[in-house]
C-alpha cells in the first residue's frame, strides 16, 4: 500500500513537474514584459486574478475536492463505472449552473468587487489602476467555470486512480498564458485593449484547455457526458452537506485574502507582484511533493474510511506525512537560503529590476516556511471528509484563520508586505499541527513511533544542507566573474552559481541522511531520482 502511494506520488510529481516549471517560465515571460513595481500592470492583474481565484478556492477547489473524491469512490465501489458516471455529470451540471450565475454577477459588479479588494492609497491613487483592475476582472471571471469543471474531472480520475493527465493537466493554463503574453500582449492596443489583456484572455484559454485534456482521458475511461440536473439526488445532497462546513471554513480563508490583498494595497506599488512572484515560487516544491503525496493518499484514505479500517487509516497517514515531512523541509531550508540568486536567475530581466529582485526574495523567505504546513493540511483536512466529517477541519481553519489576520495586521506594521508573507506560514503550520493532533485523537495515533524521531534528524540534515549552499553560493558569487552570458537573457554564472550550490547542498543532505540513518529521506530523493531519469529516458 505505501509503496503504491510513493508511486503514484512519484507519477504525479513528475506530471506536477512539468507544469511547474511552465508556471515558472510563465511568471519569468510576464517579469520581463510586465515588471513588477515599474508600472501598475502586474499589480492590477494579480489584484484582477484573486476575484475569480476566490471564488474558485470557494466554491470549485478544496471543499468541493474533499467532498466529491470519498462519495464519487463510494459510487465506484458500490454500484460501478455506471452510477458514479451517474455522479459525476450530476456535480458537473451542477457547477456549471452555479458558477455560470457568479460569472454574470460577478461581471455586473466587479468595478465594486475590486474596490473592495484593493482600496488601499497605494494603489487606488495611480490613475487607472483600479479602472484596469475592473476591466481584466472582467475578462478573467468565466476562468472560474472552467477550472470547477476542471476540478471535478480530476477528482474523477483521480477515483480511478488516474494521476499523471490531471497532475499535467494545468500545465494547459500555463502554456497558453504563456503563448498569449508572447502573440497577443503585442497587438492588444490595436483592438482597444492594454497589452496585459492578452495574459487575461489567456487565463480562460488555459482554463478551456484543462477541461479539454482530462475530458480525452476520462472518455478513454468510458465517461459519457450527460445533462442530468437533480439537486434533491442523495449522492448530490451528500457532497453538498460535507461542502457546506468547508466552504464556511474557505470563506473565512478568503476573508483572510481579501485583507492580505487591501493590506498589500497600503505598501508601495509593486508589493502586490512581490508577494505573488514569491508566492508563485513557493508553491513549486508544494505541487511537486505536497500537492502530489496528498492526491495519491486520499483514494486510499477514503477506501479506508468507507470501510472503517482504522489501522489501515493511520499507516496511511502516517506514511503520507512521513513521506512529505522528509521532501518539503529540505525544500524549505533550500528556498530560504537561495532565495535572492533563484530569484535573480529566474526572473530579473526585461523590466523586473534588481530592486524587484531583491524585494521577491525578502518575500520569499518568509513564505517558505508555509511549504511545510500547507503540504501536512492537503493531506490531513481531505482525511477528514473522508471519514464524513467537515465540522472538525472548519474549526482548524477559523482558528488559522483567526491567527493569520492577527499577525499580519500586526507584522504589516513591523515588517511591511513580508509580515504578510511571515503571518501566512505561522498560520499554515499552525494549521497544519492542529489538524494532526485533532486526527490522532479521532483514529488513534500512528503506529510509526518513530516518526518525531526521523523528523529530527531530517531537520538536522538539511540545516547542514543549507549552511553548505550557503556557503558554496558565498565562495561561487566571490570566484566565479558575474554577467557572462553567450546569448541575451541566459546567465551562465548565475545558472552555474545555482546549480553547483544546490549540488553542493544535495550531496550534504545525502550524507547526513546517511549518517543520521534517515532511511525515509534517503528513499525519497532516490524515488524522485529515479523517477527524473525514467522521465527523461522517456524524453
Known amino acids: 500500500m505505501s509503496s503504491r502511494i510513493a508511486r503514484s506520488a512519484g507519477l504525479i510529481s513528475i506530471a506536477t513537474m512539468a507544469s511547474r516549471i511552465l508556471g515558472v517560465a510563465r511568471e519569468t515571460v510576464m517579469a520581463a514584459i510586465f515588471g513588477a513595481g515599474s508600472g501598475p500592470e502586474m499589480d492590477a492583474f494579480n489584484v484582477a486574478f484573486r476575484i475569480p481565484n476566490l471564488l474558485r478556492d470557494l466554491f470549485a477547489e478544496g471543499a468541493m475536492t474533499a467532498a466529491f473524491v470519498p462519495t464519487f469512490t463510494a459510487a465506484l465501489t458500490t454500484r460501478g463505472r455506471e452510477g458514479a458516471w451517474r455522479v459525476g455529470n450530476l456535480v458537473i451540471n451542477a457547477l456549471l449552473i452555479v458558477t455560470s450565475l457568479l460569472v454574470v454577477v460577478g461581471i455586473v459588479l466587479a468595478r465594486p468587487l475590486t474596490r473592495a479588494m484593493a482600496s488601499g492609497r497605494e494603489f487606488a491613487d495611480v490613475p487607472g489602476k483600479l479602472e484596469l483592475t475592473t476591466l481584466l476582472t472582467q475578462l478573467m471571471l468565466p476562468f472560474l467555470t472552467t477550472v470547477a469543471i476542471a476540478v471535478a474531472m480530476m477528482g474523477m480520475l483521480n477515483s480511478l486512480r488516474r494521476f499523471f493527465v490531471p497532475a499535467l493537466s494545468p500545465a494547459m493554463f500555463n502554456v497558453a498564458t504563456i503563448a498569449c503574453a508572447l ?8 483592438i482597444g485593449l492594454p497589452p496585459i489583456a492578452a495574459v487575461a484572455i489567456g487565463a480562460v484559454l488555459g482554463g478551456l484547455g484543462q477541461v479539454a485534456v482530462q475530458w480525452v482521458a476520462l472518455r478513454r475511461e468510458g465517461y459519457r457526458y450527460r445533462p442530468v440536473v437533480d439537486f434533491g439526488d442523495p449522492d448530490l445532497r ?4 460535507l461542502m ?10 478568503q476573508i483572510n ?10 505598501q508601495p506599488q509593486g508589493a502586490v507582484s ?7 515560487l513557493m508553491y513549486l516544491p508544494i505541487g511537486l511533493f505536497g500537492v502530489s503525496i496528498a492526491t495519491a493518499a486520499l483514494p486510499e484514505i477514503a477506501l479506508h474510511a468507507a470501510a472503517a479500517n482504522l489501522p489501515a487509516m493511520r499507516r496511511t497517514l502516517a506514511r503520507s506525512v512521513r513521506l512529505m515531512l522528509m521532501l518539503n523541509v529540505p525544500a524549505t531550508i533550500g528556498l530560504i537560503v537561495l532565495a535572492r540568486p533563484i530569484v535573480e536567475l529566474l526572473l530579473q530581466r526585461g523590466r523586473f529590476t534588481a530592486n524587484d529582485t531583491a524585494a521577491t526574495a525578502a518575500a520569499l523567505m518568509f513564505y517558505a516556511p508555509a511549504m511545510i504546513g500547507a503540504s501536512i493540511v492537503k493531506i490531513a483536512s481531505p482525511t477528514f471528509y473522508a471519514m464524513r466529517d467537515a465540522r472538525t477541519p ?4 477559523l482558528a488559522a484563520v483567526a491567527i493569520n489576520l492577527g499577525l499580519n495586521t500586526t507584522l504589516v506594521h513591523v515588517l511591511g508586505y513580508r509580515g504578510l508573507a511571515l503571518g501566512t506560514s505561522i498560520a499554515s503550520l499552525f494549521d497544519a499541527g492542529l489538524l494532526l493532533w485533532l486526527l490522532q485523537r479521532r483514529i488513534g495515533h500512528t503506529d510509526d513511533s518513530s516518526m518525531v524521531e526521523g523528523f529530527s534528524k531530517v531537520v538536522m540534515a538539511s540545516l547542514a544542507m543549507g549552511a553548505a549552499a550557503w556557503l558554496a553560493d558565498r565562495e561561487l558569487a566571490r570566484v566565479l566573474p558575474s554577467g557572462v552570458s553567450i546569448v541575451k537573457h541566459l546567465d551562465v554564472y548565475l545558472t552555474v552559481r545555482l546549480g553547483l550550490s544546490i549540488v553542493a547542498g544535495l550531496a550534504i543532505l545525502l550524507a547526513a541522511a546517511r549518517l543520521l540513518r534517515v532511511a525515509e529521506l534517503d528513499e525519497a530523493l532516490e524515488r524522485v531520482l529515479r523517477r527524473a531519469a525514467a522521465a527523461n529516458g522517456a524524453a
Open 183 to 190: 502573440l497577443l500582449a503585442p497587438v492588444m492596443p490595436a
Open 238 to 241: 451528500q457532497i453538498l452537506r
Open 244 to 253: 457546506g462546513p468547508g466552504t464556511l471554513g474557505l470563506a473565512a480563508i
Open 257 to 266: 485574502v481579501f485583507v492580505n490583498t487591501y493590506l498589500a494595497t497600503t
Open 274 to 280: 512581490w508577494l505573488n512572484y514569491a508566492f508563485r
Open 394 to 397: 472548519l474549526l482548524a481553519s
